[in-house]
T-cell receptor, first 111, second 114 residues
Framework: SQQGEEDPQALSIQEGENATMNCSYK?????LQWYRQNSGRGLVHLIL?????REKHSGRLRVTLDTSKKSSSLLITASRAADTASYFC???????????FGTGTQLKVEL | ETGVTQSPTHLIKTRGQQVTLRCSSQ?????VSWYQQALGQGPQFIFQ???????GRGNFPPRFSGLQFPNYSSELNVNALELDDSALYLC?????????????FGPGTRLTVL
């Protein structure tokens, strides 16, 4: 399986602003998943986008996928202090069930 | 529907000791994966159990071993603990029938090796 690389490593914004984080990967995928991790806790699945989808929305989250560039972006609109967390992307090739994570983007939303 | 639970929450051990961590999978899930997350890093895959059999392993030495029980709960055992084993250990359950590999994570066990 392959590892996604998140960018930037860290992002600090004011509450109410939008946060965009990016993910790059190397080979063809079945789907790409985004997870959030609050400090020292388990990961929470946020959203999954399949390889034949280009954009997906869930509440304040918008995910895009560009398979030609092997990249994805996660946009959080109207951010809140509670969005402060680490965000990980997990590209899945299909076959085998493990996920491989990069080092994540650490988002800090300040009041 | 019950989520993934892990025990204990925190654990302190000394170098050379052995530790057992436990995980109960989400209701209906027959696959459990274990991950190790060092501080500032992403989770690293240790191994996966499917229907009580090991079903894939990451780059971890044999002193990391596991079990899965008929009710799909799982244990992670680490022998001869080393200082570098200090990490957050995450368990995740999934159901291959979903065909999308979405993983449901527990809250983790924080292991400190002194």
């Amino acid at each position: 399986s392959q590892q996604g690389e998140e960018d930037p490593q860290a992002l600090s914004i004011q509450e109410g602003e939008n946060a965009t984080m990016n993910c790059s990967y190397k080979t063809s995928i079945n789907n790409l998943q985004w997870y959030r991790q609050n400090s020292g806790r388990g990961l929470v699945h946020l959203i999954l986008i399949r390889s034949n989808e280009r954009e997906k929305h869930s509440g304040r989250l918008r995910v895009t996928l560009d398979t030609s560039k092997k990249s994805s972006s996660l946009l959080i609109t109207a951010s809140r202090a509670a969005d402060t967390a680490s965000y990980f992307c997990a590209p899945w090739e299909g076959g085998g069930n493990k996920l491989t994570f990069g080092t994540g983007t650490q988002l800090k939303v300040e009041l | 529907e019950t989520g993934v639970t892990q025990s204990p929450t925190h654990l302190i051990k000394t170098r050379g000791q052995q530790v057992t961590l436990r995980c109960s999978s989400q209701s209906g899930h027959n696959t459990v994966s274990w991950y190790q997350q060092a501080l500032g890093q992403g989770p690293q895959f240790i191994f996966q159990y499917y229907r009580e059999e090991e079903n894939g392993r990451g780059n971890f030495p044999p002193r990391f071993s596991g079990l899965q029980f008929p009710n799909y709960s799982s244990e992670l055992n680490v022998n001869a603990l080393e200082l570098d084993d200090s990490a957050l250990y995450l368990c995740a359950s999934s159901y291959p029938g979903l065909l999308n590999n979405e993983q449901f994570f527990g809250p983790g066990t924080r292991l400190t090796v002194l």
